[in-house]
């Protein structure tokens, strides 16, 4: 990976104050953590902040929201998207990197292998194996995860104008970047079970609203725009 390539680790956060000392330890060392705060009331924009991370406030509810308002404020030549939850690794995120940087794919998406039960509940594996299958037939792309750990340059991302603010954007990135004809790839990486409780696919009635989210963007058309 050359050495002048600058990253930044965009983290969504929503009261994820146990997590975060776990997340932010492992984040590469040289790289950007952005924690996107979105609503937090357990002090995690603090813990944040006084472990070096970048912390930016999006009020805006919704994971797009949050995770669109970290890749407006990157810099860095590659973004890195992750939960902030500890259910991923950050540490795992420079191979990722290595194969945009090296020119050999466009988008990276860690492809989750759960670890230990608990880690991907029956209904939220559901809808993903859903999502992916309706992905495949609107795109061609024969992934077997939308999962939020990915890797992208940053000038590439904001070219796709993506627009969903809600739990459709992981989905809208990937059928944009297919659109304008990026390469993609999956990689496997573990899945852990999370810190505290999930805030969109805990339960069968919040998963399927994502797929319903998610859904309704297969439908989405290539757009111009504004970043």
Not at 146 to 163: H, N, V, Y
Request: positive net charge.
């Amino acid at each position: 990976m050359p050495g002048d390539v600058t990253v930044d680790v965009v983290l969504p956060c929503l009261d994820e104050a146990e997590a975060l000392p776990w997340v932010l330890r492992r984040v590469p060392a040289g790289w950007r953590a952005v924690v996107v705060d979105n609503g937090s009331t357990d002090g995690s924009a603090e813990i944040a902040r006084a472990l070096g991370a970048t912390v930016v406030r999006e009020p805006r509810r919704g994971f797009g929201a949050a995770c669109h308002a970290g890749l407006l404020a990157s810099e860095a030549d590659i973004v890195c998207f992750c939960d902030c939850d500890a259910s991923l690794d950050p540490g795992l995120l420079p191979g990722f990197v290595r194969e945009v940087a090296d020119g050999g794919t466009d988008l990276v998406l860690g492809r989750r292998r759960p670890r230990g039960p608990g880690a991907w509940p029956a209904h939220a594996r559901a809808g993903n194996l859903a999502l992916a299958l309706m992905l495949r037939r609107r795109t061609g792309l024969r992934l077997h995860d939308l999962g939020p750990m990915r890797a992208a340059r940053r000038e590439a991302l904001l070219d796709l104008a993506l627009t969903d603010r809600r739990s459709g954007y992981p989905l809208q990135m990937v059928v944009r970047a297919r659109d304008a004809g990026w390469r993609v790839c999956e990689r496997d990486v573990p899945y852990l079970p999370r810190a505290g409780k999930s805030k969109v696919t805990g339960t069968w009635r919040g998963t399927w609203q994502a797929v319903r989210d998610m859904s309704r963007v297969l439908a989405d058309e290539p757009a111009e725009g504004a970043r």
